[in-house]
């Protein structure tokens, strides 16, 4: 008999359920994880696409980036200046950033180092659950109750403006921010806690020394990913912010942003049209800076990482 | 419990009526055990005996846990640490402790030394030099200087474990504390990394009172003055370590010592 048959007669390349199963496993886990690039690349070709032709013909740097007029329904003559949609995205994203970070830390550390049994359980859910509501709700609670509260309380004419919005965005980014945070607080060793502790360290001590340095990369990561969250809103930016094009000179100013803009004018443009393109120019902005933002975010933990370790 | 056939030492350590539960379950039954100044004295006895529960309850780590109990006392040099006014930072200055694996603080080498100092030198002016020196000293006790004195600023996770572990022996000693607890400190070590922790812990014996749980028999016999040994959450027997080698006075004892369980 030859090795060929006598394999044959063993059954040796029988392939049963398991190994298509395997097979089809294997193949439906590589697209999954292989996706994330397709859709990127995808993402940003589309998006490329529609901008670029404003971007190679009618772009004016100077413009865009220098004037607050954008007119792209203008009769007598278009501009295209994004600067005040750029200053807005920043004051609230930054506003919202001044309000997310303290808290989302101290809820942080509150659940992962003071709380135990079930008040940590059930604050880790509820914070959870707080993630999830939708952000046209949030807009909800910035138009009818943030909007008459600050009026009453400032004594200012318009609710909708930057202190609104980012009160409301900060509120909104601080969950997922507490559960990264709280992730990275609970992936220190307990071992160092436990050493520092045995010193005589307090638990202030513990956390302040020990678990935050040991965590630093973990917050990092948490407090640019609630950056990158508030940069991309749109809903309760639009609903909040008072949608006005402004630079504004305080909080109770009302401002617009970029990502309100593409939203609100999107769809009344003609496809194709120079205002069609010009709000693509404002998703590259967007996503260049999602970019840069995220890039900024890897290497600085990289950095860290290596460093520290 | 045996009467304790040492020499008249005063007790650095003495516990009284000492019950501790996990939640339901009774870990601890009734301890009474003085352990005496400046020897080093090792506790044995099979795993879940209650050696480590009695060791972490000497400077009270075990309340991290959160669902502890204790009844009795605990006194360490005459102070009881249960006592309702007794701060547990200054307990942890007199009481230091050395965990089964070496526990490294993420900091430098040079931080993790002074990092107990710091803690208790609040409000105090400590010149640089003065903390250098600190540094120093420690490093040269646990025989670690020579090997680190150019890399101080290193962390310490890049030391191999038994330098670690000499490091985390190191750490505690400018806190000056009285007593030394150690729980299983050369379990995570190779026989080379043993035999090097042993002597420094050797070393230490005289200016410090150190209690050393330890599930290897031969570590208590050799590097021990006094050896307790415990069974199910009390102590059966407590003596010259030789004697309780030697000569056990209790059936459990001599079973023990001798392998028939543990």
């Not at chain 2, 050395?98 to 900091?107: A, D, G, I, K, Y």
Request: charged fraction near 20%; glycine fraction near 8%.
């Amino acid at each position: 008999m030859t090795r060929d048959a006598l394999a044959r007669s063993r059954d040796f390349d029988r392939r049963g359920a398991a190994w298509y199963m395997d097979r089809a496993v294997t193949l439906f886990v590589f697209v999954g994880g292989i996706s994330a690039i397709l859709f990127i690349v995808g993402i940003f070709a589309f998006i490329a696409r529609e901008g670029f032709g404003f971007v190679f013909t009618e772009f004016d740097a100077g413009e865009f980036f220098g004037s607050i007029a954008w007119r792209p329904t203008s009769m007598i003559e278009r501009t295209y200046g994004a600067l005040a949609l750029i200053v807005g995205t920043a004051s609230i994203t930054g506003l919202a950033m001044v309000v997310s970070i303290p808290f989302s830390l101290a809820a942080a550390v509150f659940i992962g180092e003071f709380a135990r049994g079930r008040t940590r359980e059930t604050l880790k859910v509820l914070v959870e659950l707080l993630a999830a509501i939708p952000s046209v709700v949030w807009g909800f609670i910035g138009l009818s109750i943030m909007n008459p509260l600050i009026i009453d309380t400032f004594g200012v004419p318009i609710g909708l403006n930057v202190l609104n919005a980012g009160v409301i965005l900060g509120l909104m980014a601080a969950p997922i921010m507490t559960t990264i945070a709280e992730d990275a607080l609970k992936a220190v060793p307990d071992g160092y806690r436990e050493a520092a502790e045995a010193l005589g360290a307090t638990r202030w001590q513990v956390i302040r020394k020990v678990v935050i340095p040991a965590a630093r990369n973990g917050l990092v990561a948490a407090v640019l990913l609630g950056v990158g969250r508030g940069f991309g809103e749109t809903m309760v930016v639009l609903m909040a912010s008072g949608h006005a094009i402004n630079l504004p000179d305080s909080v109770f100013d009302s401002v617009r942003a970029l990502t309100a803009t593409i939203a609100a004018e999107l769809g009344e443009t003609a496809v194709g049209s120079e205002h069609y393109q010009a709000l693509f120019t404002l998703g590259i902005l967007l996503f260049a800076v999602t970019f840069a933002i995220n890039l900024t975010a890897d290497v600085i933990v990289r950095g860290i990482r290596r460093k520290g370790r | 419990m045996a009467e304790s056939t040492a020499a008249p030492r005063p007790a650095a350590i003495a516990t009284r009526g000492l019950n501790l539960w996990y939640g339901d379950f009774q870990a601890l039954f009734d301890v009474n055990l003085d352990v005496r100044q400046g020897i080093i004295t090792s506790l044995i006895g099979p795993s879940g005996c209650g050696k480590s529960t009695l060791l972490r309850s000497c400077n009270r780590i075990n309340e991290r846990l959160g669902y502890v109990r204790t009844t009795g006392s605990i006194e360490i040099l005459g102070q009881d640490i249960y006592a309702p006014e007794v701060e547990l930072v200054q307990v942890r200055k007199q009481v230091g402790m050395v965990f089964q694996r070496p526990n490294p603080l993420p900091l430098s080498i040079r931080d993790n030394i002074s990092f107990g100092h710091r803690l208790h030198a609040r409000g105090q002016r400590v010149s640089r030099a003065r903390r250098e020196e600190l540094v120093e000293d420690a490093l040269r006790k646990v025989l670690l200087w020579d090997s680190v004195k150019d890399r101080l600023d290193d962390p310490a996770i890049e030391l191999s474990l038994e330098e670690q572990q000499k490091l985390c022996i190191a750490r505690l000693l400018p806190v000056k504390p009285a007593v030394l607890l150690m729980d299983e400190p050369c379990s995570a070590l190779d026989p080379k990394g043993t035999e090097a922790v042993e002597e420094l812990i050797w070393e230490l014996r005289g200016e410090f009172t150190i209690l050393i749980v330890t599930h290897n028999m031969a570590q208590a016999r050799r590097a021990s003055e006094e050896t307790v040994f415990m069974l199910i959450g009390k102590v059966i027997e407590h003596g010259l370590t030789e004697d309780v080698f030697l000569n056990p006075q209790h059936r459990q004892t001599a079973d023990y010592i001798e392998g028939r369980y543990g």
